[in-house]
């Protein structure tokens, strides 16, 4: 397994911006798709996107698509999720999520296909 920190959470604005970043350990983060997924309170983990292995393929869910954006680093084991025009629907705890896979295979948008996940982050958006 791998192990994952979130980090780059916090309070803004509507309208406002924020990095997330998902440092890797343990193992290189080049065997895995990385997806993230938030979640609030009462609900189920509802998925944000994912990036493929070598970031060749990037699903996005549809309430984040054209706000959000989803890269990584190989050889610095991180990914990252960009956050940009936040409304307070966005608001929520923040995993990111890792996925053993072959190198051609396309990332997952269900929870139950990431063996890995990280502790969180909140991310609250209100004025």
């Known amino acids: 397994q791998v192990q994952l920190v979130e980090s780059g959470g916090g309070l803004v604005q509507p309208g406002g911006s924020l990095r997330l970043s998902c440092k890797a350990s343990?193992?290189?983060?080049?065997?895995?798709?990385m997806g993230w997924f938030r979640q609030t309170p009462g609900k189920e983990r509802e998925f944000v996107g994912a990036i493929s292995r070598n970031a060749r393929t990037i699903e996005y869910a549809d309430s984040v698509k054209g706000r959000f954006t989803i890269s990584r680093d190989n050889a610095e084991n991180t990914a990252y999720l960009q956050l940009n025009r936040l409304q307070p629907e966005d608001t929520a705890v923040y995993y990111c999520a890792a996925d053993r896979q072959i190198l051609t295979a396309a990332p997952s948008s269900s929870a139950r296909a990431y063996e890995s996940w990280g502790q969180g982050t909140q991310v609250t958006v209100s004025s």
């Open positions: 343990g193992r290189t983060m080049r065997e895995f798709t």
